[in-house]
């Protein structure tokens, strides 16, 4: 770059942020609707008002995104105004953010989790500003723009983006994200993962292979099933093999037992590996599963007897 | 055969058995491991940043480093390595490498893991991730074994 040109963007970086202090987040303009793998743009409108001196910081800018986006590598983040324009790149892996022992993904993920979305496979990416800049109390209210493009996953999904911003390199109590309204992915590949309303069945991670920890969810308060106030809830599940084994397992132990989370809800946590006793030179495509009581009541992915399914990563 | 050059000559090799038999740097390696050796069980989990360690049962030994310097793994857990295999402690500025090192099966990487420097010493943290994106971080905490109380 000329350096006369770097010069003169970064003084006018300088100029906006001279006033940087708390940024509330206004609105964002995001599409209701995506195709899968869609490049799609997004602006995060804000104010940066100045509450306090402040020696010199960067911006901070998080987004909370479906795992399956892997926004980190898909998304660029810029930052204009009308008085300048800047660009953000991702926060450094292993760097610490100021008052807390985690970067920032790990600061905004124990302080905001998933937010109003309800399934635990989404994450937080963040970005900063390339340089730090000043700020002093009391000036007047900057108006900016974030904008995010990023590509949209290939599942169908819903879910409600998240977005987040700071002008310190410290989490201010009072600071909250900003969650859109529901954005669909359709025509994608897989049954439907909603992240916004309640689903009877749900496994994390979406991208799993088999040598992962996976965890399944059952919610009775999702739809009215047998299973609806049961004492005890159970996991049918039979296991595909990539050369061509079903695998099905006893409730041997209670392995198959589901965890009570209160309310209804009950919970499944395994390695598929041994949960279904892999030989070492097997590996799982899918499994197809239901709940189930004492009884013998089940519970699928609909009322014809369809069992919910979860395909696996090859690996 | 003189009988004085005779006993040099047998002195001479047993001093050179006795210093192979006890190199500094192996005596170095057995006191590194000293401090690890032993059976370590998972005490929290991790995956993607989410705390997964109510939902599993880790009661058990996850792996057990012996002090001869080789170790085994429990195959009904997830982890790092699969196979039993050879460790080592490399130290560092930062806090101690522990190196494992699957035998079985031909070649194979050297998986790392780190003690913990952050507050709770004597701890070893495991990160790693698997076929997928997925990442895990493990703390790991030695299993202590009560005495018995004398009658």
């Known amino acids: 770059m000329n350096p006369v040109r770097k010069s003169a963007g970064f003084g006018l970086l300088s100029l906006i942020f001279l006033l940087a202090g708390c940024i509330t987040i206004d609105g964002v303009d995001q599409p209701s609707t995506a195709q899968p793998g869609q490049i799609i743009t997004i602006t995060v409108k804000m104010e940066i008002r100045q509450t306090k001196d402040n020696p010199a910081d960067r911006i901070f800018f998080g987004f909370l995104a479906p795992r399956d986006w892997n926004a980190g590598a898909n998304t660029t983040v810029t930052f204009s105004s009308d008085r300048g324009d800047g660009k953000m790149t991702l926060v450094p892996p292993g760097s610490i953010a100021m008052g ?43 108006k900016g723009t974030i904008k995010i493009i990023t590509k949209a996953g290939m599942q169908n999904e819903i879910v409600r983006l998240g977005y987040y911003a700071t002008a310190e390199d410290i989490m201010d109590p009072v600071d909250n994200p900003f969650y859109s309204k529901e954005l669909s992915i359709v025509g994608g590949k897989g049954p439907l993962l909603d992240f916004v309303h309640p689903q009877t069945a749900t496994v994390v991670p979406l991208r799993s292979v088999d040598n992962d920890y996976i965890t399944m969810t059952f919610d009775g308060n999702a739809r009215q099933t047998a299973l609806t106030g049961s004492s005890a809830v159970y996991l049918l599940a039979s296991a595909y093999t990539r050369d061509q084994q079903v695998i099905k397992v006893s409730d041997e132990n209670g392995a198959t037992r589901l965890a009570p989370l209160g309310n ?52 | 055969m003189n009988y004085f050059n005779l006993n040099r000559k047998v002195l001479a090799v047993l001093l050179v058995l006795l210093a192979g038999a006890c190199k500094p740097e192996q005596r170095a390696g057995d006191e590194a491991r000293a401090a690890y050796a032993g059976s370590w ?11 997964i360690t109510s939902g599993c049962d880790f009661g058990r030994s996850l792996i057990t480093l012996n002090a001869d310097g080789t170790y085994t793994v429990d195959k009904t857990a ?8 050879d460790w080592a402690v490399r130290k560092q500025s930062a806090g101690d490498i522990i190196v494992l090192k699957p035998s079985a099966g031909g070649p194979a990487p050297a998986y790392e893991m780190q003690s913990d420097t952050t507050g709770n010493a004597g701890n070893i943290i495991a990160n790693f991730t698997t076929g997928s994106s997925n990442t895990y971080e493990y703390i790991l905490q030695k299993i202590v074994l009560k005495e018995k109380s004398k009658p």
């Open chain 2, 41 to 51: 069980t998972i005490v929290k989990a991790v995956r993607n940043l989410d705390d």
């Open chain 1, 264 to 315: 209804n809800k009950w919970r499944i946590q395994f390695w598929p590996r041994s949960f279904f006793h892999l030989r070492e030179d097997q590996s799982l495509s899918k499994i197809e599963y239901y709940f189930t009581n004492r009884a013998g009541d089940r519970v699928g992915y609909d009322q014809s007897g369809i069992p919910f399914k979860f395909e696996f990563l090859d690996h």
């Open chain 2, 78 to 85: 997830m982890f790092i390595v699969t196979k039993n295999g």
């Open chain 1, 100 to 142: 807390g022992k985690n970067g920032w993904p790990g600061l905004l993920n124990s302080r905001f989790g998933i937010g109003v979305n309800l399934i635990k496979d989404l994450e937080w990416v963040t970005f900063q500003t390339d340089a730090s800049y000043a700020a002093t109390n009391c000036g007047p209210v900057v």
